[in-house]
């Protein structure tokens, strides 16, 4: 018997409705059992919209070959790496060596997962400033002499946006190769008009993995969330910036905005430019790229011996079941002697990566969180404060960053590893979102991140137990509310 009888047509077709999707969820989906019980939830307290909801933020792309790695240009890729011995270590620095021995789990871990080669010929330079970030990227595409790819989650087209874009647009003129790749949902602010001055200048631009439907956008939840550049196939830049004049500290809400981005010179460079074409090829308003063995050089330029700090370029998404990057994370975390540093603005760790870092605390690992100390998403503000609160009663030090916004995406350990990219400490990053992280196995780039964090601590606020404890019902309400619903955000 129903707890409330059914008095409608419409209340009946609800109901078989959800009886419906609860058997897809739960036979069909094969989902987390954290994200079935959050979807069953949503579905049954809000019939109508979580089923609207579902529809739009549950498609399941593990199923789906986005991309493909049987093209020409694929294997000529291949074939170079393989060349170059690149998948080997050939430094003569001990200390490179050393770390490649005590690491080469995580390398051929990346390696068979994702076919993410190992480069051990890299310059780094690391920017926590968007006007020294924003003026290193616009010398480069300014120098640029052969091509510029660029692929950003968000492009806004005001001050900063419309400098790029007439940038690029004066280069296409010029006779450089510009590419410009841009998620579906990021990309909307730009005018089509603008979009149009760049083609006929001879650029190229197209949205990554676009929707079929032009009305309704099903892929809405599946966001290519990359930002990376490739000038010339020698220089790259991966990281947290997007573009737009917020990352210059210009929103009045947000304040100044404080994030991590590299800039690489190098090996890497090569696995960057790979990262590039194999997402461009997921648009559909573009023309392919000859890479035959007689032009690969013109992208993948020769590299002098630099012999510097180790790098792999590791992705996910969504139709990658395996989730690398979290699994690299999750290796990091546990292998862990004496420190492990990490920046975020959204921490909502699912349960792997949370009874990790328990462990680590309790292993004597000094183990320190820094988050922003406002939202940009409220919701989700609230489950990190959730979570950081539940590693605070572990022992974790958590520091509330107050000189602005904190956007920066990075984890340092031991001063030997450390990953910087555009993969949050998240769920939606871990496995809805297309992400790319730069894993750099080097002491100098490892102790840099770590300084950084301490020059922040002085601009942050200590969240202690106290602190933690002593907080208003009205937020542990909130807080309780979001976590549960965690998987879904």
């Not at 529809?55 to 593990?62: E, G, P, W």
């Not at 002499?145 to 900063?160: C, M, R, T």
């Amino acid at each position: 018997m129903l707890l409330f009888p059914l008095n409608s047509k419409l209340e009946i077709f609800v109901f078989i409705l959800n009886i419906i999707m609860t058997f897809v969820i739960i036979f069909l989906e094969r989902k987390t059992p954290k994200s079935t019980y959050a979807w069953l939830l949503f579905l049954w307290i809000i019939p109508i919209l979580g089923f609207v909801f579902y529809l739009f933020l549950s498609q399941n792309l593990t199923r789906r070959k986005i991309y493909r790695y049987d093209t020409p240009e694929e294997e000529e890729y291949q074939k170079m790496m393989l060349g170059k011995s690149l998948i080997h270590f050939g430094s003569d620095d001990d200390t490179q060596k050393q770390l490649f021995h005590q690491y080469h789990n995580n390398i051929d871990y990346n390696i068979n997962t994702c076919e993410a080669f190992f480069t051990n010929n890299n310059c780094i330079d690391i920017y926590t400033d968007g006007h020294a970030k924003f003026e290193a990227l616009f010398k480069a595409i300014e120098e640029a002499k052969s091509s510029i790819h660029l692929e950003y989650y968000i492009i806004k087209y005001d001050d900063l946006g419309r400098r790029l874009l007439t940038l690029l647009t004066r280069k296409a003129s010029e006779g450089v190769e510009v590419r410009l790749l841009y998620d579906e949902m990021g990309g909307r602010y730009i005018p089509r008009r603008k979009l149009k001055e760049f083609a006929r200048a001879g650029g190229e631009y197209g949205a990554f993995f676009p929707t079929k439907l032009r009305v309704v956008n099903l892929r809405v939840n599946y966001r290519d969330h990359r930002k990376i550049a490739v000038i010339d196939g020698q220089t790259a830049f991966i990281g947290g910036y997007n573009i737009g004049d917020e990352y210059l500290g210009k929103n009045p809400k947000m304040g100044y905005w404080r994030d991590t981005h590299l800039r690489i010179s190098g090996y890497a460079v090569y696995e960057l430019q790979r990262r590039f074409f194999l997402d461009w090829r997921t648009s559909d308003n573009i023309d392919p790229i000859d890479l035959d063995p007689g032009c690969i050089g013109r992208y993948y330029p020769d590299m002098p011996k630099i012999c510097g700090a180790g790098i792999q370029i590791v992705s996910s998404g969504p139709d990658d079941p395996n989730q690398v990057i979290k699994q690299d994370f999750l290796r990091m975390i546990t292998n862990a002697k004496e420190h492990i540093y990490i920046q975020s603005p959204y921490f909502v760790p699912d349960e792997s990566v949370l009874e990790s870092l328990k462990i680590a605390i309790l292993s004597g690992v000094d183990v320190r969180i820094m988050i922003p100390d406002k939202p940009d998403h409220i919701f989700i503000y609230w489950a990190t404060l959730a979570y950081v609160g539940e590693l605070v009663e572990y022992g974790a030090k958590i520091y509330i960053y107050e000189n602005g916004f904190l956007h920066a995406k990075t984890i340092t350990v031991d001063d030997e590893i450390c990953a910087v990219g555009s993969c949050n400490f998240d769920i939606r990053s871990f496995s809805l979102n297309f992400e790319s992280n730069a894993f750099v196995y080097d002491q100098g780039t490892a102790t840099a991140l770590r300084h950084i964090f301490h020059r922040d601590i002085e601009k942050s606020q200590r969240y202690d137990l106290e602190t933690y404890r002593s907080r208003p019902r009205r937020i542990k309400i909130k807080e309780s509310i979001s976590r549960l619903f965690a998987p879904l955000l």
